[in-house]
């Protein structure tokens, strides 16, 4: 019993903008393929999907604080992770551990963290509306206590596909997600009070700030 989150909704994964004045552009994290550094990058905001871009692979990343019930989230994009559908969520998300979730679309990010809030922790993949598979970690979101021959086995079916997703071969789609959150690694990060500029020292509610 360790995930204490305020009641979500789906529209809680809608990063608000302006409707009289669409923001022109906005910050993204880019991934760096086998590293846990990040780039910032400034894209051009793409309306339709609330900035999500599969033709740019950039997909929106959120962080919930679940350990005090503070209501905390913080949202922004993400580039370069793969996914062509759905969603993938974790309660591993160093250093803090709170709950990370990546998707294309709100309602299977929605989906992804009303699944791990169901089995108290772990992993999920959330495809068309629906879990395709869960590994529960129930101590504390972060461990198993099932042994590692069936976690071995769970994760020998949720990572191939993973891939299957959209996230390139000999890319680990949860360890990667799983650092995602930590301030600490520059150059940009997601935490649950907002985006963090790591080379400023900086935070920023929202992606369209400056």
Same mark, same amino acid.
């Given at each position: 019993?360790?995930?204490?989150?305020?009641?979500?909704?789906?529209?809680?994964?809608?990063?608000?903008?302006?409707?009289?004045?669409?923001?022109?552009?906005?910050?993204?994290?880019?991934?760096?393929?086998?590293?846990?550094?990040?780039?910032?990058?400034?894209?051009?905001?793409?309306?339709?999907?609330?900035?999500?871009?599969?033709?740019?692979?950039?997909?929106?990343?959120?962080?919930?604080?679940?350990?005090?019930?503070?209501?905390?989230?913080?949202?922004?994009?993400?580039?370069?992770?793969?996914?062509?559908?759905?969603?993938?969520?974790?309660?591993? +998300?160093? !250093?803090?551990?709170? %709950?990370?979730?990546? #998707?294309?679309?709100?309602?299977?990010? &929605?989906?992804? /963290?009303? $699944?791990?809030?169901?089995?108290?922790?772990?992993?999920?993949?959330?495809?068309?509306?629906? +879990?395709? !598979?869960?590994?529960? %970690?129930?101590?504390? #979101?972060?461990?198993?206590?099932?042994? &590692?021959?069936? /976690?071995? $086995?769970?994760?020998?079916?949720?990572?191939?596909?993973?891939?299957?997703?959209?996230?390139?071969?000999?890319?680990?789609?949860?360890?990667?997600?799983?650092?995602?959150?930590?301030?600490?690694?520059?150059?940009?990060?997601?935490?649950?009070?907002?985006?963090?500029?790591?080379?400023?020292?900086?935070?920023?509610?929202?992606?369209?700030?400056?």
């Amino acid at each position: 019993h360790a995930f204490h989150i305020k009641k979500l909704e789906r529209s809680d994964f809608y990063l608000p903008v302006d409707p009289q004045k669409q923001p022109e552009k906005m910050r993204v994290m880019e991934l760096q393929r086998g590293q846990i550094l990040t780039r910032e990058k400034i894209l051009d905001y793409v309306p339709r999907n609330n900035g999500i871009s599969l033709e740019q692979d950039v997909l929106k990343l959120a962080v919930l604080e679940r350990h005090m019930a503070t209501g905390h989230r913080g949202i922004g994009y993400i580039q370069g992770y793969g996914l062509k559908k759905g969603a993938i969520a974790s309660s591993v +998300a160093h !250093d803090s551990h709170n %709950l990370i979730v990546i #998707g294309d679309n709100d309602h299977d990010m &929605y989906l992804a /963290v009303q $699944e791990l809030l169901r089995v108290q922790g772990g992993y999920t993949l959330v495809e068309n509306g629906e +879990a395709f !598979d869960t590994l529960p %970690l129930p101590i504390m #979101g972060l461990m198993s206590d099932a042994g &590692y021959e069936k /976690v071995n $086995e769970k994760l020998a079916r949720m990572i191939p596909k993973a891939h299957e997703m959209g996230i390139p071969k000999g890319f680990d789609p949860f360890i990667t997600l799983s650092f995602m959150a930590l301030p600490v690694i520059p150059q940009i990060r997601i935490t649950p009070r907002g985006v963090y500029l790591t080379k400023e020292d900086r935070m920023i509610q929202s992606p369209f700030d400056h």
